[in-house]
């Protein structure tokens, strides 16, 4: 009995986050490096990683609003314009996506691999 229940929950997990992520694909494009660069000078450009890992670099022109501050600061960016997100490897700007869709963007573009996968203009703290 207990094996079925860690089997249905385990299920349930799988099931959610399959959800998510067609979800997050829905909500937002991703780009590569070139359609990124082509796009993000006309747009909002967030760095959704957190501030330490801001500082150690990033997109020149990005503004870092993290994660774990969205839900917090998203009044700070405006549903009129196109929102470009990148993080480290493209994870936490498809949890981005999720909030900032419920607060009324529909533009909204991610960097396909993150900043990881960058290889443009980067400013890093000296």
């Known amino acids: 009995m207990s094996n079925m229940i860690v089997l249905i ?6 099931i959610y986050m399959i959800a998510s992520y067609v979800y997050q694909q829905r ?4 780009l590569t490096e070139e359609e990124f660069r082509a796009g ?18 990033h997109i020149l022109g990005a503004r870092n609003i993290p ?3 969205l ?5 700070e960016i405006r549903t009129d314009k196109p929102v470009y997100l990148y993080c480290q490897n493209s994870v ?10 419920k607060n009324g963007c529909t533009e909204i573009y991610n960097l396909k691999g993150g900043f990881k996968k960058w290889g443009g203009k980067i400013k890093a703290k000296k």
């Open 9 to 14: 929950i385990f299920a349930a997990f799988i």
């Open 27 to 30: 909500i937002m494009k991703t």
């Open 40 to 57: 993000y000078r006309k747009a909002q450009l967030i760095d959704v990683r957190e501030p330490n890992e801001f500082e150690g670099g």
């Open 67 to 69: 994660l774990s501050q």
């Open 71 to 75: 839900k917090q600061r998203k009044n």
């Open 92 to 101: 936490r700007s498809g949890r981005a996506a999720q909030t900032l869709r």
